[in-house]
């Protein structure tokens, strides 16, 4: 559930978690997502298609997988936080039929230039494992 109120840098400790996210991998969220940032590749949302490169069905695009990590940290730090950078690693593909686990740490806090930064180290899990690790930097008001 999306913050309504921002933390503040102050309020931020390194070692904090994170709130789970549960996402439900359904056909639907993968295809759209897929189309909503314009990855038409057929891999994405032709299941025949999919299974005749060798994969079982569809699954998720990285473009996809990169908004879902982003949106898991803001509405966790709130309206007013700013994303600065994310740096993911894809393992495991999303398929629909499956969850992904979203969790994630506080690794590092700075006051840098006037702004608290905020570093969360992020996990993305479904049934076979690591779908997505990696972090995100956000600038949070201080």
Do not use: Y
Not at 71 to 81: L, M, Q
Not at 85 to 110: W, Y
Not at 123 to 134: E, F, Y
């Amino acid at each position: 559930m999306a913050a309504t109120t921002t933390l503040r840098f102050g309020d931020v400790k390194v070692g904090d978690a994170l709130p789970e996210e549960v996402i439900e991998l359904t056909p639907t969220l993968i295809i759209a997502s897929a189309i909503a940032t314009r990855d038409f590749q057929d891999v994405h949302h032709d299941m025949g298609l999919a299974v005749e490169r060798g994969m079982p069905n569809i699954f998720m695009n990285i473009l996809s997988t990169n908004g879902f990590i982003g949106r898991f940290v803001t509405d966790w730090a709130g309206p007013e936080a700013r994303v600065k950078s994310i740096a993911i690693r894809l393992g495991a593909p999303n398929f629909p039929g499956d969850v992904m686990r979203m969790s994630g740490r506080v690794a590092a806090a700075e006051a840098v230039d006037g702004e608290g930064v905020v570093e969360v180290e992020v996990r993305g899990v479904n049934s076979m494992g690591d779908h997505a690790t990696g972090k995100v930097v956000v600038a949070l008001p201080t």
